[in-house]
């Protein structure tokens, strides 16, 4: 299936309760035949407002990181394991919450048919769910992060880091983002 036709199919998605809070479906954007992708978490406020992946805060560090790490974001495909936006309202605010296991499964076949679609050499995938939703809910990023692997039942190469909106949160952000662009780094480096 084309990436075109899983966007429109993957907008009517009811496979969970999120749907229901949230302002539309956030589908991956970029080349149809990357050879990088990059998973992240779920879209955020602000990507679930203007319908695209990775344009808040966190996608404005990752970003400028890709270009640190000398890649050009737009030869990279850019998703998230979870399709709509979790959030808690507070006042006027709509707070981040975490996916839960069931609803990153129930999102997980539109990432497997994103996969599919675009055929990327290399995976990175950008935080813990998004690592855990491709490589088991026992990986850990801790443990693993940086380090070249392979997916599951396939031959496509994955390295996972942290998501960029840690580094945000990072109490040395300096030192965070130095270690997240040699991350970045290595994963071009593989594609050499």
């Known amino acids: 299936m084309s990436l075109a036709s899983l966007r429109r199919a993957a907008s ?14 956030v589908f991956g ?5 990357a050879r990088m992708m990059m998973v ?26 890709i270009a640190d790490a000398g ?10 394991a979870v399709k709509h936006f ?4 507070r006042g006027k605010r ?15 076949p539109w990432l497997l048919e994103e996969l599919a679609a675009v055929k990327p050499e290399l995976v990175v995938c950008l935080g813990a769910v998004a690592a855990q939703s491709l490589l088991g809910p026992s ?16 031959t496509t190469r994955v390295l996972a880091t942290v998501h960029p909106s840690a580094v945000l949160r990072a ?18 480096t593989a594609l050499e």
Request: proline letters at 6%; a negative charge.
């Open 12 to 25: 009517t998605c009811r496979q969970c309760d999120l749907y229901k809070n949230a302002t539309q479906t």
């Open 71 to 80: 890649l050009d974001r737009s030869t990279v495909y850019l998703t998230n």
């Open 171 to 188: 109490e040395d952000r300096d030192a965070a983002y130095r270690d997240f662009v040699n991350d970045l780094t290595a994963a071009r």
């Open 139 to 154: 990986f850990l990023v801790t443990r693993h992060r940086g380090e070249i692997s392979t997916l599951p039942e396939s």
């Open 94 to 108: 709509r707070i981040h919450q975490k996916p839960s296991r069931t609803e990153a499964v129930a999102c997980h």
């Open 40 to 65: 992240g978490e779920q879209p955020g406020d602000q990507e679930d407002k203007a319908g695209e992946p990775f344009v808040g805060p966190a996608g404005r560090l990752l970003t400028a990181a």
């Open 86 to 89: 979790k959030f808690t309202e």
């Open 29 to 33: 954007e970029g080349p149809a035949h």
